[in-house]
């Protein structure tokens, strides 16, 4: 009875701990994607526009919270110079995604297909 209930209760604690899991996984894929289409948003308008750049703070913000150490690292290594004019700061944001990947469990995905889904063909970074 003792060894039942002691099962019981390590599995509860571990499907607790598996659904707080799931629930910062998918806080991050979204802060991610939020912090992506904010970057498309104002490389689009030139930084210009205050509502992407909010937007862009906000996502970067939760980016921050629910990822890993070793992916604030690779998102503040973006922020340094945050721009995907130039093909350093396109890697830099390939370099971020891919950690992201990496964090919510998937197979890393090659850096020339990144680039062409993020910035374009014509565009791969080297």
């Known amino acids: 009875l003792i060894v039942g209930l002691g099962g019981v209760l390590l599995g509860a604690l571990l499907t607790r701990r598996n659904e707080r899991r799931s629930h910062a996984d998918v806080l991050l894929a979204e802060a991610a994607n939020d912090a992506i289409n904010a970057i498309a948003h104002v490389a689009a308008c030139n930084s210009t526009d205050p509502k992407a750049r909010a937007d862009y703070a906000s996502a970067v913000s939760r980016v921050a919270m629910h990822a890993a150490p070793s992916v604030v690292v690779t998102w503040r290594a973006f ?4 721009t995907t ?11 971020a995604i891919q950690a992201t990947r990496a964090q919510l469990g998937h197979d890393h995905a090659s ?8 910035f374009g063909p014509g565009r791969l970074g080297r």
């Open 85 to 95: 004019e130039t093909m350093d700061g396109r890697n830099r944001m390939v370099a």
């Open 79 to 82: 922020q340094d110079d945050a």
């Open 111 to 118: 850096d020339a297909d990144l680039h062409v889904l993020l």
